[in-house]
């Protein structure tokens, strides 16, 4: 791979790591942050059952989002790594090059798109 387009795709993985950082830091503040209540109430705690089942869902709903993440941050960390030591673009399940295509539109993927269509065949059971 060119060093230009090296430059690319560590420039995409850069933006896109500083993305997820800032998003998982607004969750992280959001969760620790004591504004008011729907209620108006300055409590952390909800009173009425119905705002505690709204409140363990938006909780529940908030560390889905950052757990998702933190796990495309780690492909994105996993991604540079690649790039830094030249793997970056190989398949590294059959080590053919990636097409530029799929790295555009998925810069941290990791395997061509015959073995990631292998790959989910196998999670889903289809043949």
């Known amino acids: 791979m060119k060093k230009s387009e090296m430059a690319k795709y560590e420039k995409l993985l850069m933006k896109r790591r500083e993305e997820l950082l ?17 209620t108006g109430d300055l409590s952390s705690y909800s009173y009425h ?10 909780r529940e709903k908030a560390f889905m989002i950052s757990s998702k993440s933190r796990r495309l941050l780690y492909h994105v960390n996993e991604a540079l ?7 970056y673009g190989n398949c590294q399940q059959c080590g053919k ?8 539109a ?3 993927a990791r395997l061509c798109i015959e073995c ?3 790959e989910e065949e196998a ?5």
């Open 22 to 38: 800032e998003a998982i830091r607004e969750k992280k503040d959001q969760a620790n942050s004591s504004t008011k209540e729907s």
């Open 49 to 58: 059952m119905a705002d505690q089942g709204t409140d363990a869902i938006e």
């Open 81 to 87: 790594r690649r790039l830094h030591k030249g793997k």
């Open 97 to 104: 090059a990636i097409q530029k295509r799929r790295l555009e």
């Open 106 to 108: 998925v810069p941290h």
């Open 116 to 118: 990631k269509e292998r």
């Open 123 to 127: 999670k889903t059971g289809r043949r």
